[in-house]
């Protein structure tokens, strides 16, 4: 099992931005998949991005492409959500996540879970 801690939520206006970080406690970084996933109130579990191992091949939800982006800094063992645009509707715990393997956007394919960070974004 990988641990993960996420941080730099928060509550924000309509418009605005947020940077997610996830630190990861494991050797080599690139030999993981990394994936953001959220969760609002009374919803299922919503795949948000994803990225390679080596940070070649990023995926993303069709609801936040083109204002959110993935990145991962294999020397710094971390995983970044960089957050533009926010809409009240982005209102969720965010969650990361690891695999080892290929990338995927299914979250049944992650085996390690971080705590989740709520992000809130106000009208």
């Known amino acids: 099992q990988v641990q993960l801690v996420e941080s730099g939520g928060g509550l924000v206006q309509a418009g605005g931005s947020l940077r997610l970080s996830c630190v990861a406690s494991?050797?080599?970084?690139?030999?993981?998949?990394m994936g953001w996933f959220r969760q609002a109130p009374e919803k299922h579990r919503e795949f948000v991005a994803a990225?390679?191992?080596?940070?070649?091949?990023?995926y993303y939800g069709d609801s936040v492409k083109g204002r959110f982006t993935i990145s991962k800094d294999n020397t710094k063992k971390t995983v970044y959500l960089q957050m533009n645009s926010l809409r009240p509707e982005d209102t969720a715990v965010y969650s990361c996540?690891?695999?080892?393997?290929?990338?995927?956007?299914?979250?049944?394919?992650?085996?390690?879970w971080g705590r989740g960070i709520q992000v809130t974004v106000s009208s």
């Open positions: 990225i390679s191992g080596s940070g070649g091949t990023t």
């Open positions: 494991v050797d080599h970084l690139n030999m993981y998949a």
């Open positions: 996540a690891a695999l080892q393997g290929i990338i995927s956007d299914m979250e049944e394919e992650y085996h390690s």
